[in-house]
């Protein structure tokens, strides 16, 4: 089993920026393909971003009209970053860390095993 847990989420002001971390704990003896997904308040969760087990590729969802960036962290297996600014009020969501080991496609929520709790992001207008 593989447990996920996301931070950094909370209140940031209209155009600022954020940072959310996720580590994964558990089964880390395997590399993941990991992923960012987001849920606006009444809508259905979607991918905002996903990097490679190896950190070598990312993709993203134009979801963010701003700047957005997923990284994976080299130096802690499985740990991924997702950085964003000029944060909109419809950014405001639940930000989920998502983990698989062979997602078929990655924008299917079906197709990611392991989940986060989730960080809810505020953006005040």
């Known amino acids: 089993q593989v447990q996920l847990v996301e931070s950094g989420g909370g209140l940031v002001q209209a155009g600022g920026s954020l940072r959310l971390s996720c580590a994964a704990s558990?089964?880390?003896?395997?590399?993941?393909?990991m992923a960012w997904f987001r849920q606006p308040p009444g809508q259905d969760r979607k991918l905002l971003a996903a990097v490679t087990r190896t950190g070598d590729r990312t993709f993203y969802i134009h979801l963010h009209a701003g700047p957005l960036a997923i990284s994976r962290d080299k130096s802690k297996k499985n740990t991924i970053y997702l950085e964003m600014s000029e944060l909109k009020p419809e950014d405001a969501a639940v930000y989920y860390c998502?983990?698989?080991?062979?997602?078929?496609?990655?924008?299917?929520?079906?197709?990611?095993?392991?989940w986060g709790q989730g960080t809810a992001v505020t953006v005040s207008s």
């Open positions: 558990g089964r880390t003896d395997v590399d993941y393909e």
């Open positions: 998502a983990a698989a080991e062979r997602p078929m496609a990655y924008d299917l929520v079906r197709e990611w095993r392991y």
